[in-house]
């Protein structure tokens, strides 16, 4: 694989990554959410203010939940970013065969098993298309930089 499609191929990995990363934040997120305990509140008023260290720990877990799901928004950001560089590439891709197989296993997250079963090819086949598109997502984005 030459170094151009093997920049293209680290790209595209990576995003596979921030999406594993993205989705493993949402699980922890929800899992956490879900096993505090959180019985009723009562909202009488008595006229006295009665701070305990339950509700003072409840609020600092609140504060960091906050904390965390705002470190999610921008992992979302992130891969919203990547997801958008990749499409934007691999759609300018001229080889109908070279931008489905990319779309395909990039993007769609298909195996090869199923891009060969859906496109009607052999295994050597998809794996040629996925390497030239791959060659030609970095020479496009050189070509690209150069006329900038």
Do not use: P
């Not at 999610?72 to 197989?101: F, G, N, P």
């Not at 009607?120 to 690209?144: A, D, P, T, V």
């Amino acid at each position: 694989m030459n170094d151009a499609a093997m920049a293209a191929k680290a790209f595209l990995e990576s995003m596979e990554s921030q999406q594993k990363r993205v989705q493993m934040m949402h699980e922890e997120y929800q899992r956490i959410r879900h096993s505090l305990d959180v019985s009723g509140v009562n909202y009488e008023c008595t006229g006295a203010v009665n701070a305990t260290r339950k509700t003072d720990a409840m609020a600092e877990m609140i504060a960091e939940m906050v904390d965390f799901e705002s470190e999610m928004k921008q992992e979302e950001c992130v891969l919203a970013s990547m997801h958008l560089k990749a499409t934007s590439s691999i759609s300018r891709l001229t080889d109908d065969k070279e931008r489905e197989v990319l779309h395909r296993w990039y993007l769609l997250h298909q195996s090869e098993d199923e891009i060969r079963k859906a496109m009607g090819y052999s295994q050597s086949m998809i794996y040629s298309f996925r390497q030239r598109g791959l060659s030609h997502l970095e020479n496009f984005g050189k070509n690209r930089k150069n006329s900038e």
